[in-house]
Structure formats: C-alpha cells, structure tokens
T-cell receptor, first 114, second 112 residues
Framework: GAGVSQSPSNKVTEKGKDVELRCDPI?????LYWYRQSLGQGLEFLIY????????KSGLPSDRFSAERTGGSVSTLTIQRTQQEDSAVYLCASSRVGGDNEQFFGPGTRLTVL | GQQVMQIPQYQHVQEGEDFTTYCNSSTTLSNIQWYKQRPGGHPVFLIQLVKSGEVKKQKRLTFQFGEAKKNSSLHITATQTTDVGTYFC????????????FGKGITLSVRP
C-alpha cells in the first residue's frame, strides 16, 4: 500500500482485557512513532523506533503499555489490563530519517474501554 | 527534555481575518515541521523549514523559521472556513536520533 495502515480501525474492549494494535509503516521508513490522542487534545508521544537503535520508550504512561517492531517494519502496541482512561485514538506514523523526514500518519485505531 | 510549546491551545477568528500562531522550542532545532489535522482526520504534513530565517509560502499560508532556530510562526492571510483544524509544529534537535517532538497544537475555528 502507499500509506501507513493501522488495524483495527475501532476496538471496543472491557476493562481489564489486553489489546493489541497494529501498524504497518510505509516500506523503507526506518522511523516509527506511536502517539495517543484523546478527544480534542494534542498528540501524546508514546514510543519511537529508529532503525536498530534502542526504542525511545520515554512516553509510555505505565508498564501496562509496551510496543515491538519486528524486522524493522510492522509494529504492535500492546496495552495490558486496559483501563477506561486508556480510551483514545492511537496513531502510528512513519518517516525516513534525514533531510526529508516528514511523518506520514496512519488513520488511527479508536480504542474504547468499557 | 526538549519541549516544543504552542500557546494558546484554541483560537477563534472571523472569516476573512488574518491569523498568526507561534511555536517555541526550549532548544535549538535542526528543522521544524508544521502539520494540519482536520476534524476527524489525522495530522498531515504541511511544510518543513531548515535554514535560519527561512520563509516559505503555500498560497495563503506563510511559514517562518526564527533566526536562532528556536521558534517558528504560521500566518494565514484572509482565513477561510476550510482553514479550520488543529495546527501542530514539530521540531527535531540535532543529535537526538532524528526524533521529532510535537507541540500540543492550536485548534483554529473560523466563524463564517
């Protein structure tokens, strides 16, 4: 595909359940970001992968959140024991590194925790 | 850590008025980018500024990078209802593993 894709587009889960969100970046993009956006709010940085470097996990709000990026491509964000305050849109973005490093965002996954 | 600040968070203008917003960084940036997010959409890249004092124009939008490369501005001439949305700036600090840091954004509403 030409852009960043994310799945599922919507996820409704019960409090306490685990969820996995997937991001397929643009082929060849070595940088990948996860953000969280609550309704009417800005982008909350969660985690940053860049090539073979150790991921920057400084934005993860708690140890219930984790992310992996396999083979430098697909990434999965996992939220364990979901809470109602985890409800938000989770956005993934990818980019090249270097001069032309604009971020391309996926459509997001809307997570609702009941 | 690096901070990119956008204040205020919301601004309301009458259609046809000009609009200017600012972005300030706590550290010198190697480049700064601007994004627009329409209601219900995801952020979309608008422009990147790299050089000190650089000015770029896109139709009614004018972007400027400060001389010290620590601040930037976005100016919209004669706003239209299509300008509605949230505008984010994002800065990259040299040596920070190419990581972009986003500001909180400013949400612009335009009264017709």
């Amino acid at each position: 595909g030409a852009g960043v894709s994310q799945s599922p587009s919507n996820k409704v889960t019960e409090k306490g359940k685990d969820v996995e969100l997937r991001c397929d970046p643009i082929s060849g993009h070595t940088a990948l970001y996860w953000y969280r956006q609550s309704l009417g709010q800005g982008l909350e940085f969660l985690i940053y992968f860049q090539g073979n470097s150790a991921p920057d996990k400084s934005g993860l709000p708690s140890d219930r959140f984790s992310a992996e990026r396999t083979g430098g491509s697909v990434s999965t964000l996992t939220i364990q024991r979901t809470q109602q305050e985890d409800s938000a849109v989770y956005l993934c973005a990818s980019s090249r590194v270097g001069g032309d490093n604009e971020q391309f965002f996926g459509p997001g996954t809307r997570l609702t925790v009941l | 850590g690096q901070q990119v600040m956008q204040i205020p968070q919301y601004q309301h203008v009458q259609e046809g008025e000009d609009f200017t917003t600012y972005c300030n960084s706590s550290t010198t940036l190697s480049n700064i980018q601007w994004y627009k997010q329409r209601p219900g959409g995801h952020p979309v890249f608008l422009i990147q500024l790299v050089k000190s004092g650089e000015v770029k124009k896109q139709k009614r939008l004018t972007f400027q990078f400060g001389e010290a490369k620590k601040n930037s501005s976005l100016h919209i001439t004669a706003t239209q209802t299509t300008d509605v949305g949230t505008y984010f700036c994002a800065g990259e600090v040299a040596g920070a593993n190419s990581k972009l840091t986003f500001g909180k954004g400013i949400t612009l509403s335009v009264r017709p």
